[in-house]
């Protein structure tokens, strides 16, 4: 796969996929939309694929919109329309995964970016990076997923005050209110992806794409509803493969050996 504003690596379990338009601070724009939704859809589709890495080129996470693109859409308001829903759907392509994705900020995300770091499960923030939602000062809201999720994470008077005031926070900020896993040096901000990556492969993937749906489906379930959901997958894992090659492993005392069945 070879694409212009965005790089690709895959050692088989692990895969990066870095924005790469370093020269605006990898800012989205219509050629990394419908290039981000392609590549998403052939993720979906790689069965051996264990754990997705979000991350930027450069000194930037994604710096937000391109603003040339912005301010041209608003001339062409159903295009622009029909563009951004591309934009919300790729959020949407992201949680949907059934594998985990980490987003190892390693600079400023802001505006979209953020929306794409809120999209994924897991984020780690280099220390010297910032995070926000300019979208107040600038006449609009967050319009790719970015408020609906935002409070979700962090609880709703922490994301008014983000949005409503529209200031970044910097990584200890972000860390204090739920916003960021972990702050790591810059430096080292993929090699804490990998760390945090290995550690998952080392489960079994059924049960760790089944605990991402029910954790993700029992948000939006009452308390019963999502007790048994979680109950009757839990049930179902069990006729697994790799369960019963958990339970030996654990009782032979040794690492077990997944099958992905």
């Given amino acids: ?3 212009q504003t965005i790089q690709y690596d895959n050692d088989g379990q692990i895969a990066v996929l870095t924005f790469h338009r370093p020269e605006t601070r990898n800012a989205i724009n219509e050629v990394m939309i419908h290039e981000l939704d392609d590549i998403l859809k052939n993720i979906a589709a790689d069965k051996k694929l264990r754990v997705l890495i979000l991350t930027g080129a450069g000194k930037s996470f994604v710096a937000g919109g391109d ?3 912005i301010d041209k859409g608003l001339d062409h308001p159903y295009e622009f329309f029909l563009l ?3 934009l919300t759907t790729i959020g949407k392509r992201l949680e949907r995964l059934t594998i985990p994705v980490i987003a190892a900020i390693n600079g400023a995300a802001f505006g979209g970016g953020l929306e794409l ?5 897991f984020r780690i923030m280099a220390d010297t990076a910032q995070l ?6 600038l006449g609009v809201i967050p319009g790719a997923g970015g408020t609906a999720r935002l409070a979700r994470i962090i609880g709703r008077e922490q994301a008014f005050l983000m949005e409503m005031t529209a200031d970044p926070v910097n990584a200890q900020e972000a860390f204090r209110i739920g916003l960021v896993s972990e702050i790591t040096p810059q430096e080292k901000i993929l090699e804490a992806a990998h760390q945090l990556a290995r550690r998952i492969c080392a489960r079994a993937p059924a049960a ?7 954790i993700i489906m029992a948000e939006n379930m009452p308390l019963e509803g999502a007790i048994d959901y979680c109950q009757q997958a839990a049930m179902l894992l069990g006729t697994t493969e790799d369960a019963r090659e958990g339970m030996r492993a654990f009782l032979e005392k040794r690492s077990p050996v997944w099958k992905g069945k």
Avoid: F, N, Q, W
Wanted: charged share 20%; net charge negative.
């Fill in 67 to 69: 603003i040339s693109m």
């Fill in 132 to 137: 926000g939602l300019p979208e107040a000062g």
């Fill in 208 to 214: 760790v794409s089944t605990i991402k749906r029910a």
């Fill in 1 to 3: 796969m070879s694409y």
């Fill in 84 to 86: 951004h829903d591309i």
């Fill in 117 to 121: 770091a809120l999209a994924c499960d």
